[in-house]
């Protein structure tokens, strides 16, 4: 607990719980800020959502502290680029912890810190990817994934259910073919993941595969059909016929 030496606001405390009793004996942020420096600077600190980062910069700038250099690392963008369902909404800890299973007290800042922390690393288990390297990873959505995340699909699509991701070169612009896909019910993923149901190669690409390197969408595609996962290849062509049908 941190006195912030200030007055209490109502909503801040529905948000977080900690009322002006709980905290009129603890230090001040003066007081804390060598030992949080020492022990958390060069380090990754994990928060969900940038609230955190904000928080301690200002509690810096209010108290004339000098900032620690760490290397934040958000869960919330975490979660939105590991799973497709959270990419637009959902992300929320108290939503997370109910469709993950985990227990879960809300306006309780050490539970947050706990349900964070078991979120991320549902997510580095998932996506295969550690701290470090979600850390080097930019977490901002391409112009191509915002594009697909904007589409809407279509519930009564035949291929509804279905996740395709396109590679290879088509015969016609990719987003043409993103707004074809969602017309017929499915999502559109940027890169092949655990959620991906369909992955459509360009028919020129599927020509020269007999002497062809594959894309890194097509091997990774093939990794995980032989783990088990129900991915099917096909052509541009194919596709289309697919849609058709």
């Known amino acids: 607990m941190v006195n912030p030496n200030d007055y209490f606001d109502e ?7 900690i009322t002006e009793a709980m905290v009129s004996s603890a230090p001040a942020w003066s007081e804390i800020h060598e030992r949080i420096k020492s022990n958390y600077s060069n380090l990754i600190v994990a928060s969900h959502t940038p609230f955190d980062r904000t928080a301690i910069r ?4 209010k108290n004339g502290s000098e900032p620690f250099e760490c290397q934040w690392l958000d869960t919330a963008r975490v979660v939105r680029h ?5 990419s637009k909404s959902g992300y ?13 007290k809300h306006h309780d800042a ?14 580095i288990q998932e996506s295969k990817l550690n701290a470090f390297e979600w850390c080097s990873r930019s977490l901002k ?3 191509t994934e915002k594009y697909y995340i904007a589409l809407e699909v279509n519930p009564d699509g035949p291929l509804f259910g279905n996740v395709v991701v396109f590679t290879g070169t088509l015969s016609i612009p990719r987003q043409e073919a993103a707004k074809i896909a969602t017309f017929s019910g499915c999502e559109v993923g940027v890169g092949v993941t655990k959620h991906t149901s369909l992955l459509v190669v360009g028919d020129q ?6 002497g062809a390197e594959k894309s890194t969408k097509h091997r990774k595609a093939e990794e995980l059909i032989v783990k088990g996962q129900a991915i099917r290849i096909i052509g541009e062509s194919d596709f289309e016929r697919l849609i058709k049908i």
């Open 141 to 143: 959505s391409s112009a």
């Open 92 to 104: 929320g800890l108290s939503n997370l912890s109910k469709h993950f299973g985990i227990s879960f």
């Open 110 to 123: 050490e539970e947050g810190a706990r349900i964070a922390g078991e979120i991320l690393l549902l997510a």
């Open 205 to 210: 690409d599927i020509r020269a595969l007999a």
């Open 82 to 86: 590991t799973w497709l369902e959270f």
């Open 58 to 61: 200002r509690a810096c700038e």
């Open 11 to 17: 909503f801040n405390v529905s948000v977080h719980g």
